[in-house]
């Protein structure tokens, strides 16, 4: 399996309901960041966690980060219908080489 | 708007041609970053370039190739193009590149026929 890999692949949701989305990953990191992508379009940058790091909010954001299960993941409180979109997390990693990895994306539906 | 700036939007070529792709980062970021979306890899990093440097590697195919120019713009040159080449180029930028934040472009469609 790849660094970086998001569960569940798809996600539908009513209006107002919480989104969680679950990433893991294989190596040690120096942060974690997530991402928002529009069908088609550039990603959009939610919010960056450190590996000192364990919990980070950001609006109705709220992402966790256990560097023990190599774990992090992304609620999304009272969701909205243009909340729909695919979430990946972002690992910056300088374990063995210095690369970026993205994980394989969570699309999310928010039905009104 | 992210201030990263992309061109072209779209590129049709064929089979063995040779393609460049531009990116102007935020005005102030040193650091640029490319990356490839296609629907069977996902999104892949390929190359990172900081203050005209080539700073980071990853699945960048001997094909392709890039620099960044010292007004800190950069091009992806991509040649001997093929089908599989197809996908959605995106360009990134960041202060320093070190850890931070990543704006991303718009991206460039390229279709190879």
């Known amino acids: 399996s790849q660094q970086g890999e998001e569960d569940p692949q798809a996600l539908s949701i009513q209006e107002g309901e919480n989104a969680t989305m679950n990433c893991s990953y294989k190596t040690s990191i120096n942060n974690l960041q997530w991402y928002r992508q529009n069908s088609g379009r550039g990603l959009v940058h939610l919010i960056l966690?450190?590996?000192?790091?364990r919990e980070k909010h950001s609006g109705r954001l709220r992402v966790t980060l256990d560097t023990s299960k190599k774990s992090s993941s992304l609620l999304i409180t009272a969701s909205r219908a243009a909340d729909t979109a695919s979430y990946f997390c972002a690992t910056a990693s300088s374990s063995g080489t210095y690369k970026y990895i993205f994980g394989t994306g969570t699309r999310l539906k928010v039905l009104a | 708007d992210s201030g990263v700036t992309q061109t072209p939007k779209h590129l049709i070529t064929a089979t063995g041609q040779r393609v460049t792709l531009r990116c102007s980062p935020r005005s102030g970021d040193l650091s640029v970053y490319w990356y490839q979306q296609s629907l069977d890899q996902g999104l892949q990093f390929l190359i990172q370039y900081y203050n005209g440097e080539e700073r980071a590697k990853g699945n960048i195919l001997e094909r392709f190739s890039a620099q960044q120019f010292p007004d800190l713009h950069s091009e992806l040159n991509l040649s001997s193009l093929e089908l599989g080449d197809s996908a959605l180029y995106f360009c990134?930028?960041?202060?320093?590149?070190?850890?931070?934040?990543?704006?991303f472009g718009p991206g460039t469609r390229l279709t190879v026929l």
């Open positions: 990134a930028s960041s202060v320093e590149g070190l850890w931070d934040t990543q704006y």
């Open positions: 966690i450190r590996s000192n790091e």
